[in-house]
């Protein structure tokens, strides 16, 4: 299997690979001009189906149902998913997490990270050629490009010939359903940081504040560039995953693979001719699988860095073997000690779930188990206890000692809560002030305690003790940690 890294790859000749061509030209020691850049070359997809592309329609559908219908899903008297920046809270179903929350976060992006590197470990860049949304995008404009201007050849025809009124009103049509599918999706973007039923009627009347308006549009002429212009260039050279990715491959992790073994000699012939008698591979050299490839690359030089692993050349190899007549799996997803040692693909497999593959699987099932559970036993209110630094200690009525504090309770549930709230700690320690607090759902209000101490219970110093709040309608007990000063 041959890894290159983007460093290996030649730009000495006129023709780069992919067919691109010199566009800084520079004279070598013999006069000669050589290549020390390409020029982007429009690539054209062709159309493929088989069972990685089902695959590859599958996660379209599934993440694409879910962006676009999330945010009109109702929970209560409320959007089901919302991230309302303006009040610091984020609604996710029954869930309302606060900045306090952050941790979550953390959490989040966590089982994000292990799931990247256990799935590049499995089965290479899984996320880029099934589910990135670069390739999601891109998938779903080449198919409106398809619908409105024919397949590959008749795309290629059109864009070689003069300007015609054909050609300009297929291709206005073409852009005009990018716009439309762009400018939704940064629609439903904003969506989830926005009311997005009150979004949409602000959207109609033209009465969107600022930063609406510049998200919906930004978001959405983002996607209408990456997915209907820079396509495969995102992929090749604005995305980092393709260039530390093979830090994360070994000899056992299943990625894009042709059997040069068997495919080689490649050559063109007939379905009636028998490969033994013509000295030749299984391949038919019929560059199906260069044309199919969504960054334009040729499976059959090798594992290549531009490979984002979406198994499209797999399904066109087996098209054309079953055309043949010849055993599939001519280009399939292996693994280079799979194809060294000629292994069947239960063994693989087996090879597959290795050490490494088992360790990060168990800390990713740690990771999602822990948040899981601290969302679970998560109290349906936060308090935070202050002390008042204008009033440190001071006599009152009696020589009792009394302090001051001030709670801050945060609500985090969506029905109004009851609070009250004692103190412990030390012998006759009470709360003398109102005890008792209602805070509005997802709310949050102060209360100020005074605590009293009955004279000479305790020596001069800070003394730990401790507020216990009660959620009153709940029955869910919480507390908090302070001091209490004896003055001299």
């Excluded at 010199?22 to 069972?51: C, F, K, N, W």
């Excluded at 899903?73 to 952050?102: C, H, K, M, N, T």
């Excluded at 439309?180 to 940064?186: D, I, M, S």
């Excluded at 013509?278 to 860095?305: E, H």
Aim: charged share 20%; proline share 5%; glycine share 6%.
């Amino acid at each position: 299997m041959n890894n290159k890294a983007p460093g290996d790859r030649k730009v000495i000749p006129i023709i780069a690979q992919q067919g691109k061509q010199s566009a800084q030209p520079s004279e070598s020691a013999d006069g000669g001009v050589l290549s020390m850049y390409a020029s982007h070359q429009t690539i054209y997809p062709r159309s493929v189906s088989g069972l990685f592309s089902n695959w590859r329609w599958g996660m379209v559908w599934l993440t694409q149902i879910i962006f676009y219908g999330l945010p009109w899903l109702e929970w209560g008297q409320r959007q089901a998913v919302l991230f309302d920046l303006a009040s610091r809270r984020f609604y996710i179903f029954g869930l309302v997490l606060y900045p306090q929350d952050f941790i979550y976060l953390a959490g989040l992006l966590v089982i994000a990270a292990l799931s990247l590197f256990l799935f590049t470990a499995v089965a290479g860049r899984l996320w880029c050629g099934y589910a990135c949304p670069q390739t999601v995008y891109t998938e779903m404009f080449l198919w409106i490009e398809k619908k409105v201007e024919g397949d590959r050849s008749a795309r290629m025809r059109r864009d070689a010939k003069a300007l015609s009124l054909d050609k300009v009103m297929r291709k206005s049509t073409k852009h005009f359903l990018w716009l439309l599918l762009a400018l939704w999706t940064g629609f439903t973007f904003v969506g989830y940081f926005t009311p997005i039923k009150q979004h949409g009627i602000d959207f109609l009347q033209m009465s969107m504040g600022s930063w609406e308006v510049f998200w919906t549009f930004f978001y959405g002429l983002a996607t209408y560039g990456n997915a209907g212009f820079m396509r495969e260039q995102v992929c090749l050279h604005m995305c980092p995953y393709a260039r530390f990715q093979s830090a994360m491959f070994d000899k056992d992790t299943l990625v894009v693979t042709y059997d040069a073994e068997r495919g080689e000699p490649r050559g063109a012939r007939s379905r009636r001719a028998d490969p033994t008698q013509l000295k030749l591979g299984a391949c038919v050299d019929c560059s199906l699988c260069v044309q199919v490839c969504p960054t334009g690359i040729d499976i059959r030089n090798g594992l290549q860095y531009e490979c984002i692993g979406c198994g499209a050349c797999a399904d066109v190899c087996d098209t054309v073997m079953d055309k043949m007549g010849y055993a599939r799996g001519l280009v399939k997803y292996s693994t280079e000690h799979a194809m060294q040692q000629h292994w069947s693909p239960s063994q693989t497999l087996r090879h597959v779930l290795r050490p490494r593959i088992l360790i990060y699987t168990a800390i990713l099932v740690t990771v999602v188990l822990a948040m899981v559970t601290s969302l679970a036993l998560r109290k349906p209110f936060k308090v935070n206890v202050i002390r008042d630094r204008g009033v440190m200690a001071r006599m009152v009525e009696a020589g009792k000692i009394e302090n001051v504090y001030r709670l801050q309770v945060m609500n985090a549930t969506e029905t109004e809560q009851r609070f009250k709230v004692t103190v412990s700690g030390l012998p006759g320690l009470a709360v003398t002030s109102a005890n008792e607090l209602t805070v509005p759902a997802t709310q949050a209000r102060s209360l100020v305690v005074r605590a009293q101490l009955p004279p000479e219970v305790a020596l001069p110093g800070s003394h730990p003790i401790k507020f216990e709040i009660e959620s009153i309608d709940m029955q869910v007990h919480d507390a908090e940690k302070s001091v209490f000063l004896v003055p001299n």
